[in-house]
């Protein structure tokens, strides 16, 4: 079956908002190993650039005359999405160890992003979590009333209203949901003016070299479940516009697509400039 013809959304997901997007995730990943200080300043524009997206995909989605298609809202919130998608690998490896805070990376972070932009960032994860609900659930299925096809990424190319696509997504989205539910228990639990968990995982340092050994170890595993992450979703965003053959989103020529790039490019130089 034929690839959907689908004229893009420049001002959504254009060329210079994908490179912004991009060099604003690996400009804070590599400002947390060299550059500490600017990490909470490109967290913060992150975010911002998330809620802008989130409030015009909302307003689009809102018109009568929806003119977003399903692989390109798709796109979208996998740009609005990408910079929060480690939270997955990270709370899966929690898991496997039990939560046990000895081996948990989230206690020892290479940079504290600060308390206004982690409840910033979680609001919209848990916003943005409820709009891809709906997205799976009720959006992707009016692909089954046409006559044509619409891709997506899941390692592999898959049809958008596919049940694979859809079963796989649900889980990872539900996944994240039950690690906001966690965090929003803790959070409330603190509020409440309950005792912390015992930390009995700092027992286990022999001394401060072992100690330092270990968060070190930790703090790369964090840094590298990021990176992976911001390279597959910047994978998966390429591929997707690509397998659906998605027109006039390549181009830096108008301001709208020049300014997001030029804040994302002056992110990068910003770090280099602080570490050198």
């Known amino acids: 079956m034929a690839v959907c013809s689908i004229q893009g959304s420049a001002d959504m997901y254009g060329l210079g908002i994908r490179l912004g997007y991009y060099l604003q995730w690996f400009g804070a990943i590599l400002a947390a190993w060299i ?46 999405f990408g910079a929060y998608l480690a939270m997955a690998p990270i709370y899966l490896w929690r898991l496997f160890t039990k939560c046990n805070p000895y081996w948990d990376p989230t206690r020892f972070p290479l940079a504290n992003p600060g308390a206004l932009s982690a409840n910033l960032g979680f609001s919209l994860v848990v916003g943005v979590l409820c709009f891809q609900y709906w997205f799976w659930s009720a959006r992707v299925s009016t692909l089954n009333a046409v006559d044509c096809q619409q891709y997506g990424f899941f390692f592999a190319k898959l049809r958008l209203n596919s049940r694979v696509s859809i079963a ?22 603190h509020h409440l003016g309950y005792p912390e968990a015992d930390q009995t995982g700092r027992l286990r340092f022999r001394n401060r070299r072992q100690m330092t050994k270990h968060v070190d170890m930790l703090r790369n595993l964090e840094g590298a479940s990021k990176l992976v992450i911001a390279v597959i979703v910047t994978t998966a965003t390429e591929l997707t516009i690509q397998w659906n053959e998605i027109e006039d989103i390549h181009s830096l020529s108008s301001a709208d697509q020049t300014i997001p790039f030029i804040i994302g490019l002056g992110s990068i130089i910003r770090v280099l400039y602080v570490c050198f």
């Open 35 to 80: 550059a500490p200080s600017e990490v909470k300043n490109l967290r913060f524009s992150i975010d911002m650039f998330a809620s802008a997206s989130f409030l015009a995909l909302i307003i689009l989605t809102a018109r009568p005359d929806d003119s977003l298609q399903p692989a390109e809202t798709y796109i979208i919130l996998l740009l609005m």
């Open 168 to 189: 796989l997504n649900g889980l990872m989205y539900g996944w994240l949901g039950v690690v906001c539910v966690y965090i929003i228990g803790l959070k409330t639990k």
